[in-house]
Structures are given as structure tokens and as C-alpha cells.
């Protein structure tokens, strides 16, 4: 069974500039969540999407928002790129909405912002 | 509002020694546990889960751990650290909104 992929692997963007990450879960797994890794800032959670719709967004600024698609596979915008947006994002998938559901997670994507 | 703690930034052991890791969180509700393992340039692996079944769960690799409730807490064991066992080790907690709290991880580092 495939894991959860995410592409591309790395991404360099310049300040200003737009970035478009994308996950694709766990076949089956219709919820999709989104979290950044950022040095000393630790996880922090981003977007979460079930059933193509969003159901939560973390303590993030508008500028970064997302969708999922009808085969439940994801993307990340991130707008108006600055600095401290480098990071590693992680996307995972679980099989439902149920809290005790574990998320398995993608390698990730690094974006570094020159 | 949910909320984990891990207790050690750093945890250095010898290969063949005892793991502890540290994790104490906080729930006004029943809490749904993970702990989870992160290798250089990898994403999360999960090691084990606790949802309120058995307060000891086994999970990968010889991992272990033991949800108290009385100390809020969900320390991760492994009775023998293999040098493979380095990496950084994440608990988090799951949060209604289908989200996951995480610690600010430990790494693990292991002397042969």
C-alpha cells in the first residue's frame, strides 16, 4: 500500500512569489491535514480537509490556504511568499474525522524562500 | 485546551541502555495519544497510539509506552536503544477539531 506522497521535494521561491505544494493521501483516507516544520517553531498545524471541504484552519494568515480535490488529494497555496514561510510542510491523512484516528504522514516538502 | 509537554530537548543513552522519553499532557477531556518518530529528512512515522483501550501499548521497533492518568502521562520506554533508534521523537495529542498537538520533540541520540 502506497503512503501518503508529496511532490515536489523542494521548492525555492524568492519573497512576493507564489508556492503550490501537493499531497496525496493514503488510498481510502479522505481527511488530509497540513502542518508546518519550522526551525525552533516545531509543528504547528495549518489546514485540515475532509470530504473536500474545510474543516479547520490553524493560527495562520489567509495567505496560506488550500483545497482538496473529489479523489481527496490535496494542495497548498502559499501567496505573497516571505521568509520566515521556509519551512518543511508535512501533509498526513487519516480515515476519518474520529480524534483517535492516527495520521500517517508524507516525507514532506522543503521551501526555502531566498 | 489541550496541550503536550515533552521534558528533555536532548536525550543521550548507550546503545544497549534503557530509552525514556518524557511526555506529559493536559485534556479537560479523555485524551487520544501518539507518539511519533521523525528521521533526517523524513516525514512522521507513527510508533503507537493510546485511544483508551490498554493502558500499555506496544508499538514498532520495541517501543512501549504507559498512559497514567493520574500523572497525566504518556512516557515513551524501549528496555535496549539500538544506534537505528537515533532520530527526534514527537508526542502529540488529538484535538476534537481533527487536529494533532504536538511537543516540541526530543532527539535521541545513542553512543555505541
Known amino acids: 500500500e502506497a503512503g501518503v506522497t508529496q511532490s515536489p521535494t523542494h521548492l525555492i521561491k524568492t519573497r512576493g512569489q507564489q508556492a503550490t505544494l501537493r499531497c496525496s493521501p493514503i488510498?481510502?483516507?479522505?481527511?488530509v491535514y497540513w502542518y508546518q516544520q519550522a526551525l525552533g517553531l516545531g509543528l504547528q498545524f495549518l489546514l485540515w480537509?475532509?470530504?473536500?471541504?474545510?474543516?479547520n484552519r490553524g493560527n495562520f494568515p489567509p495567505r496560506f490556504s488550500g483545497r482538496q480535490f473529489p479523489n481527496y488529494s490535496s494542495e497548498l497555496n502559499v501567496n505573497a511568499l516571505e521568509l520566515e514561510d521556509s519551512a518543511l510542510y508535512l501533509c498526513?491523512?487519516?480515515?476519518?474525522?474520529?480524534?483517535?484516528?492516527?495520521?500517517?504522514f508524507g516525507d514532506g516538502t522543503r521551501l526555502s524562500i531566498l | 485546551a489541550q496541550s503536550v509537554t515533552q521534558l528533555g530537548s536532548h536525550v543521550s543513552v548507550s546503545e544497549g541502555a534503557l530509552v525514556l522519553l518524557r511526555c506529559n499532557y493536559s485534556?479537560?477531556?479523555?485524551?487520544?495519544l501518539f507518539w511519533y518518530v521523525q528521521y533526517p529528512n523524513q516525514g512522521l512515522q507513527l510508533l503507537l497510539k493510546y485511544t483508551s483501550a490498554a493502558t500499555l501499548v506496544k508499538g514498532i521497533n520495541g517501543f512501549e509506552a504507559e498512559f497514567k492518568k493520574s500523572e497525566t502521562s504518556f512516557h515513551l520506554t524501549k528496555p535496549s536503544a539500538h544506534m537505528s533508534d537515533a532520530a527526534e521523537y514527537f508526542c502529540a495529542v488529538s484535538v476534537w477539531q481533527g487536529n494533532l498537538i504536538f511537543g516540541k520533540g526530543t532527539k535521541l541520540s545513542v553512543k555505541p
Open positions: 498526513a491523512s487519516s480515515g476519518g474525522r474520529a480524534s483517535n484516528q492516527p495520521q500517517h
Open positions: 485534556s479537560s477531556v479523555p485524551p487520544y
Open positions: 488510498s481510502g483516507h479522505t481527511s
Open positions: 480537509y475532509d470530504e473536500g471541504e474545510e474543516r
